[in-house]
């Protein structure tokens, strides 16, 4: 597959996930049948979590388009802020959704280390920016939407764990865990070592 059909794919994916993520906004029942809980003991943090992380998921393939990002250098710029802004929102929120997740204790630890890594490697893309540091900026971002791209893997582990006949307590704790680490090796082997070679 070429790049532009990776990123393709990529687009398609985040979009639509993002989509489903605004749907439930309006109409919680789409969700899983345990999000009824969350609405009703962290209600503020489920829907600031959806919303602001939705924009991030949205927002992230079309800065990682070359066409497109020299194209429209001031359009990045404010696409890139407003990534930013759903990844601290999202991230915060995510963070304390990671405490009282489904799971158990591995869960909240998967998805808790998630926010982390995710609002410290988008923190460590913006810094870069600022200092210049281009190549910087492209390895830190790549990284961080790989962890954006979780909200998609995880929505395609589970249900394929589930297919397969293993039990959601089962699961679900090592897909918080397999839906970021796993991109993350993917991003850091195909994309970010390149530009480490490149740079020499
Ligand atoms: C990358 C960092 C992220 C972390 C740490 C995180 C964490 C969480 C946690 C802990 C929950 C609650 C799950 C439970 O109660 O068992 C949740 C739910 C949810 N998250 Fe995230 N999330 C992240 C990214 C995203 C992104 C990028 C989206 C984009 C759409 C998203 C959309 C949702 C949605 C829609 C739910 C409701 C549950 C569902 O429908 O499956 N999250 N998230």
């Known amino acids: 597959m070429s790049r532009h059909q990776l990123w393709r794919v990529m687009a398609f994916f985040s979009v639509a996930i993002a989509v489903y993520a605004v749907v439930l906004l309006f109409v919680p029942s789409v969700g899983a049948p345990f999000l009824a809980d969350r609405l009703a003991t962290v209600p503020i943090a489920l829907l600031t979590h959806v919303a602001a992380s939705a924009v991030a998921l ?16 001031v359009r990045h710029r404010w696409l890139g802020r407003l990534y930013l802004l759903g990844v601290l929102v999202g991230g915060l929120s ?14 909240h630890t ?34 961080s939407y790989a962890m954006t791209f979780a909200a998609v893997t995880l929505r395609i582990y589970l249900p394929l764990g589930l297919a397969a006949g293993l039990p959601f307590g089962v699961i679900y704790p090592a897909v918080s ?24």
């Open 177 to 200: 865990w397999l839906c970021w680490v796993g991109n993350l090796l993917v991003a850091e082997h195909v994309f970010v070592t390149p530009l480490r070679h490149r740079a020499v």
């Open 110 to 143: 998967g998805f808790g280390l998630l926010a982390v890594c995710w609002l410290v490697s988008s923190a460590l893309a913006w810094d870069r920016v600022r200092r210049g540091d281009l190549d910087g900026h492209r390895a830190w971002m790549v990284r």
């Open 94 to 107: 995510g963070l304390r959704l990671a405490l009282v997740s489904e799971g158990g204790l591995v869960a």
């Open 58 to 73: 949205a927002t992230g393939p079309f800065q990682f388009h070359t066409g497109l990002r020299t194209a429209g250098p």
